[in-house]
C-alpha cells in the first residue's frame, strides 16, 4: 500500500506560479512512475506531467513548457512546478503512483483567477 499526500495548491492571479508536492508514504525508488493528473468541474480527469523511475517524462500539450515535473527519491517526493498559470488550469490536481497497481493522493485545488 501507498498513501499520497499533496499540497501546495491554492489561489493565484493569471501569469503567477505555484509549486505543488507529493510526499509518498514509502520509497518511490521502485515506483515504475508518478505522475499529475488534473480535473475540472463537468471534465474528466486528465494527464498533465508523468515522469518515470529513470527520469523520462511527458506532459500534456496544453502545459508544455510551463510545467515542470520532478522527482526526489531521496525524500519521496514528486513535484510539479507551474508556471504562467492560466484560469483554464483550474482543477483539482492529484497525484499518482503507478507500483503494483495505481494509488490517488486526495487532491488539491489549484484555482487561477483575478
Known amino acids: 500500500q501507498v498513501q499520497l499526500v499533496e499540497s501546495g495548491g491554492g489561489l493565484v492571479q493569471p501569469g503567477g506560479s505555484l509549486r505543488l508536492s507529493c510526499a509518498a508514504s514509502?520509497?518511490?525508488?521502485?515506483?515504475?512512475?508518478m505522475g499529475w493528473y488534473r480535473q475540472a468541474p463537468g471534465k474528466q480527469r486528465e494527464l498533465v506531467a508523468r515522469?518515470?523511475?529513470?527520469?523520462?517524462?511527458n506532459y500534456a500539450d496544453s502545459v508544455k513548457g510551463r510545467f515542470t515535473i520532478s522527482r526526489d527519491n531521496a525524500k519521496n517526493t514528486v513535484n510539479l512546478q507551474m508556471n504562467l498559470l492560466k484560469p483554464g488550469d483550474t482543477a483539482v490536481y492529484y497525484c499518482?503512483?503507478?507500483?503494483?497497481?495505481?494509488?490517488w493522493g486526495q487532491g488539491t485545488q489549484v484555482t487561477v483567477s483575478s
Open positions: 499518482n503512483a503507478d507500483w503494483s497497481g495505481d494509488y
Open positions: 514509502r520509497s518511490i525508488s521502485s515506483f515504475n512512475a
Open positions: 515522469i518515470t523511475s529513470v527520469g523520462s517524462t
